[in-house]
């Protein structure tokens, strides 16, 4: 099992560009996350999903979207992208279950210029 | 609103000591906490979960406590190995009853040095 994956590793934006993150799962959990962890700041929730079609705010949702269209997969957009995006981002699944624990994908450092 | 600091953002031991983290909250009643670490350019991994309703866990030479009066964590690596260098995070439940909803609020992190 390959876990959580994240595309791409690496990305440089321009200000007012925009892309999608993907976020893939083969652990076939129903709970997905976004984080965003900045120096001093910590991991920070920006939207969540608690199935197949469904999405939530997090902590810090603005100026971020995300779709879930298939069980497997969490989708984070920037459509308008400004440099106070700069930051590593990580994916996290878990069962759903109580108590259980996060599975989180290795990052996507993201720059905004 | 709810508040969760790891009193040390660095913290150097030598090689064979007991490490000791710590991990407060304010403002919340959390029905359980986890610890995770992180290594450089790397994504958290999951280490240990304590319930409220427990004082103490432990896994090999982790140990985890939590004291719900005082409101905080203790997470204790025995003797401790530079393969134990990372940060340490910790992090409470945020679950809200009812909403079907299993959040987690994350500390800072504690970057721990074991110096050979």
């Known amino acids: 099992n390959a876990g959580v994956t994240q595309t791409p590793k690496f990305r440089v934006l321009k200000t007012g560009q925009s892309m999608t993150l993907l976020c893939a799962q083969d652990m076939n959990h129903e709970y997905m996350y976004w984080y965003r962890q900045d120096p001093g700041m910590g991991l920070r929730l920006i939207h969540y999903s608690v199935g197949e079609g469904t999405t939530a705010k997090g902590e810090v949702p603005d100026g971020y979207n995300v779709s879930r269209l298939k069980k497997q997969n969490f989708l984070l957009g920037l459509e308008s992208a400004a440099p106070s995006q700069t930051s590593v981002y990580f994916c996290?699944?878990?069962?759903?279950?109580?108590?259980?624990?996060?599975?989180f994908g290795p990052g996507t450092r993201l720059t905004v210029t | 609103s709810q508040k969760i600091e790891q009193n040390s953002e660095a913290l150097n031991i030598q090689e064979g000591k007991t490490a000791t983290l710590t991990c407060n909250y304010t403002?919340?009643?959390?029905?359980?906490l986890q610890w995770y670490r992180q290594d450089p350019g790397r994504g958290p991994v999951f280490l240990l979960l304590?319930?409220?309703?427990?004082k103490e866990k432990r896994k090999e030479r982790l140990k985890v406590t939590f004291d719900t009066t005082l409101k905080q964590s203790l997470f204790h690596i025995t003797a401790s190995q530079p393969a134990d260098s990372a940060t340490y995070l910790c992090?409470?439940?945020?679950?809200?009853?009812?909403?079907?909803?299993?959040?987690?609020?994350f500390g800072k992190g504690t970057k721990l040095s074991v110096i050979p």
């Open positions: 403002n919340y009643s959390p029905a359980y």
């Open positions: 996290a699944s878990s069962t759903g279950t109580p108590f259980s624990e996060q599975y």
């Open positions: 304590i319930r409220e309703n427990e």
């Open positions: 992090a409470l439940d945020m679950t809200i009853p009812g909403a079907g909803s299993y959040q987690l609020t």
